[in-house]
């Protein structure tokens, strides 16, 4: 503790500062809360609002009727695939095919005076219908100000359009050409929107497509489900719903399409292979009937029978040999010519048992199916596509090869039959001619039945399994327009953030304040820095006099300079004629004001004071007392006048001046001649105090040369001004020995801190003088001033905050 603190100072310090503290959190809580509120309520009346509508799609698992066509190859188990599913529902395609069926084209908006435009999605009053004939501009931005039923304006300021036109009526530029019609639903109450102004333009196809792809967010709704939910964000919820439950029926119609179109190719092979067996069996059967009315035979015998039915045998394994030959030609055709690998007919349905074939098809079709998913995420040139894409390749080279190598076994194999049924032929040759003839006739009339027959089913199988198809996917619950939810602003939720926000935002102040806040606070820090005593503490300048002492005699101000004059006598009590000298370590810290004040209050207890301008480089202390300047301290070094012609009488009696006189070029010199120190001898033998108000001693050393004639060195440090760092400089200068007998002054105490409280901050000594009484009662007095509305309020609060505390 220095030695002019009381020890009960700084409890009263730290209680009033966290009084401060408090008040000032509630004074900008206050301020933040009104621009929160403001914020909020501009934000909620200005800003588009946001929705999310969302959907769900049911994965289902009826695909056993395909897989009768397919042959189980699994293909449908790989599109039930959710990373396929997601891929297909935020596709390009697909949402090119649902926004198309939309009536998205065409945006109109509606203009509003104190908030936000208003989208006009089905609820606009009239209607453009573009010329599809001609290429129109997109995103050209047209007014439209509806005159009567019959009539509105058309106006583009780019475009420099602006007529009137009627409805109905074309429209024609190069670059855009359309009519308005009036919508039919607003016909009733049409009046109502004269004078509106509307504005509408053609969007741009692909960046909608972009636009709700981007938009689309799909996900499974739990891990071992099969429900896809589907949700979007928008700022139109009518448009949202009707996008994401049109997308949804385009999804399951493709999804239909895709199943149908392998049952439709397999009906397509079966018709063609029926063309030319339905031919033959109708020619067949016409011989058939001929010869037996012809020749009236009824049967034959047992050997041509046994030899007819091997025949007809070996005939019908050359018809179904040829059939599959036709089939592994097929094959061979569609994977050259790069076909849909979902559209390949299992070899199964035609009776054909080929493990590799099988495994090779299978294969290849799971391998497509990955780079279907790859192709919905990512791009085609990165390695995982590529590799993909070889092992692809390598699958359709062993396919090919083993198809090749199949067909060549199949006509082996013909070739074989065809020798067996040449040998059957010689054999019924030796058979009666008639009987012979009408082997022949009735062999192939069976043949081409059986296959015949064999086809029928086939075909007859795909058509119910057609017919009874599905999608393999449901719509579990469809968008709608009451549980769209608002996502944002939501000014109940918006509120909270914002009062949580008004709460922290005054406390982050107080904190970086305090934390930040390098300047010297209160006398607890410089206590804490140094062991220099502390002389006083002047309060702040009210008044804004430059010598409120004399103005303002009774202000506390006045009373702070008359204790800093009973301190100082303590500290010079041994000195006779003593020599104040006063600094500071930066310039605005308030050193001339203290000294022209402190000279003026020991002048006025009768003592004979002079007041010496030594700031050579920047003079200023004879401003106070109208002295003129060219006459000097400076003047007087250089020996062009005398100590007499120096001294300035001054308005406040027993107090003279010496002006620091005309700048000169080399200061420090003067200070340190021999005149200086006779001119501080001589002018103790003349009066009773001494007080030289010297320049800043961090920006050159003249107080450091003159202080060897000072008794006491003060120096001035200003409240919420001066650097912590000045402490520094000044315990360097006492540690070193550079100034002996140092005070420190603390300037400028503002009774009102924080918003004009009238209360004392920190530096008081424990004691009450009456501040701010106006009844007489008072120790001194302060100037009135009228007292704001937030100033009443908040010493209210302090005082409440007082006498809780106390």
Known sequence: MNEFTPKTEQTSFDLKNYLLKLIAFWYLFVISIIIAFIVNYLNNRFTIASYVSNSTIILTDDFQSTQKIVGGLNLFDNRKNTENEIGVLKSFSLTKEAIENLDFEISYFKYEKFRSDVDLYKSCPFAVELDTLKPQTDYLEFHVKILSEKEYKLSNEGLGINENLKFGEYFYHPKINFKISINDKFKDNFNENIDNVYYFYKNNLNSLINSYSGRLNVDLRSPNSSILWLWINGTVPQRMVDYQNELSEVFLKRRLADKNRIVKNTISFIDYQLESVVDSLSDAEDNL??????????????????????????????????????FYQYLMKNIEEQKDASLIIAPSFIDIQDPVLSALIDKLQELKSKREILK?????????????????????????????????????????????????????????????????????????????????????????????????????????????????????????????????????????????????????????????????????????????????????????????????????????????????????????????????????????????????????????????????????????????????????????????????????????SER???????????????????????????????????????????????????????????????????????????????????????????????????????????????????????????????????
């Open 289 to 326: 009937q001929f010869f037996k009315q012809s020749n009236q035979i009824l049967d034959i015998g047992k050997e041509g029978e046994m030899l007819f039915n091997e025949l007809i045998q070996l005939q019908a394994e050359k018809k179904t040999s040829n059939l599959k030959l036709n």
């Open 376 to 672: 919905y995420d990512i791009k085609k040139d990165i390695p995982n596509f590529n590799i993909l894409e070889l092992q692809i390749l390598e699958n359709e080279k062993e396919l090919i090869n083993h198809i090749s190598k199949s067909i060549n076994l199949h006509k082996y194999n013909s070739d074989e039959i065809l020798k067996k049924i040449s040998k059957i032929n010689s054999d019924l040759r030796k058979i009666p001619k008639v009987e012979r003839e009408m082997m022949k006739i009735e062999r192939r009339f069976k043949l081409n039945d059986n296959i015949y027959t064999f086809l029928l089913e086939r075909r007859t199988e795909a058509g119910i399994t057609m017919a009874t198809n599905s999608p393999g996917a449901k719509i579990l619950d469809s968008a709608r327009l009451e549980n769209v939810i608002k996502k944002s602003p939501k000014p109940g939720e918006n509120r909270n953030k914002l009062i949580l926000i008004s709460i922290l935002i005054p406390i982050l102040i107080i904190f970086l304040k305090d934390f930040l806040n390098n300047k010297i606070i209160d006398k607890i820090e410089i206590e804490k820095n140094t062991k220099i005593p502390i002389v006083a503490s002047i309060n702040n300048n009210i008044s804004k006099e430059n010598i409120p002492v004399f103005t303002h005699s009774n202000s506390p101000i006045a009373e702070s300079f008359r204790l800093l004059k009973t301190n100082i006598q303590y500290l010079l009590i041994d000195k006779e004629n003593p020599v104040i000298l006063i600094s500071s370590t930066i310039s605005g810290e308030g050193k001339s004001f203290c000294s022209i004040n402190l000279a003026a209050i020991i002048a006025k207890s009768n003592k004979k004071t002079l007041l010496i301008g030594l700031d050579l480089r920047k003079p200023k202390v004879q401003q106070s007392f109208n002295v003129n300047n060219n006459i000097g301290l400076s003047t007087f070094l250089i020996g062009n006048n005398t100590i007499d012609e120096i001294i300035y009488e001054t308005h406040i009696e027993n107090l003279y001046i010496i002006p620091s006189g005309p700048i000169p070029p080399n200061p420090a010199e003067l200070i340190e």
């Open 676 to 806: 200086m120190r006779n001119l501080i001898a001589n002018l103790k033998s003349q009066f009773d105090y001494i007080v030289i108000d010297t320049p800043p001693i961090a920006h050159v050393t003249d107080a450091m040369l003159i202080s060897k004639y000072s008794d006491l060195n003060i120096f001035v440090i200003r409240q919420n001004y001066s650097s912590k760092n000045v402490l520094k400089i000044i315990n360097e200068l006492s540690e070193k020995g550079s100034l002996e007998n140092i005070g420190i002054l603390i300037n400028d105490i503002n009774q009102s801190v924080i918003f004009g409280l009238k209360y004392g901050y920190g530096f008081s000594y424990g004691y009450s003088y009456g501040y701010g009484s106006t009844d007489g009662q008072g120790y001194f007095s302060i100037p009135e001033q009228e007292e704001a509305f937030f100033k009443r309020l908040s010493r209210f609060f302090y005082d409440k905050l007082s006498k809780f505390f106390s």
